[in-house]
Structures are given as C-alpha cells and as structure tokens.
Nanobody, 127 residues
C-alpha cells in the first residue's frame, strides 16, 4: 500500500507561481510512474503531467505545457509540480497519483491505470 500526501496549494494572484509537493510512503516509489491531475468544480478530473520512474521522461497536457514542470526526488519519495504563470483557469483541486506498472508518461494521461491517489490540495488563482 502506498499513501500519497499533497501539499503546497493555496491562493495566488494571476501570473504568480506555486510549487506542489506529493510525499509518498513505501519503498517502491522509485519504480512508479507519477502523475498530477486536477479537478475544477463541476468538471471532470483532467490530466496535468506525468513523470517516469527515473525522472528522465515527462509528459504534459497542452494547457500547462511551458508553464508547469513536473519533477521527482526518489531519495525523498517526493514528486513536485512547479506551476508558473498561473491563471484563474488553473483553479482546481490538484491530485497526485501513482502507477505501479510504470507506464511511459506519454500514455499515462488517463485516470484509469493509476493505483493510488492523494487527497488533493486546493489551488486558487485570483484575477
């Protein structure tokens, strides 16, 4: 069993930045593909970014490409999401997720296939 705990959310003005963290328990974290998703009120959960077990491969949704950066530190069992140039459209609850099978990030954009989820952290961007 793996537990994921997100942190770093909050209120920020448009154009600002936030860095989210996701701390994972368990010794096998370093073998998992990790993803970030978000869900705005009244909308479905959507893919944001994914990273391979080694950190050598990443994949982003078109809506965040060039603004967000996913990274990981396997020694700390933590995955990060650096979010820059935030806009009100980025307002959502952000979730991290772990995929035990270690799929390549480019095919890890669906919620299906992730085995573990965090509880989410709220990000609110004011205009």
């Amino acid at each position: 069993q793996v537990q994921l705990v997100e942190s770093g959310g909050g209120l920020v003005q448009a154009g600002g930045s936030l860095r989210l963290s996701c701390a994972a328990s368990g010794r096998t974290f370093s073998s998992y593909t990790m993803g970030w998703f978000r869900q705005a009120p009244g909308k479905e959960r959507e893919f944001v970014a994914a990273i391979s077990w080694s950190g050598g491969s990443t994949y982003y949704s078109d809506s965040v490409k060039g603004r967000f950066t996913i990274s990981r530190d396997n020694a700390k069992n933590t995955v990060y999401l650096q979010m820059n140039s935030l806009s009100p459209e980025d307002t959502a609850v952000y979730y991290c997720a772990a995929d035990r099978t270690g799929r390549p990030p480019r095919i890890a954009y669906m919620t299906r296939g992730y085995d573990y989820w965090g509880q989410g952290t709220q990000v609110t961007v004011s205009s």
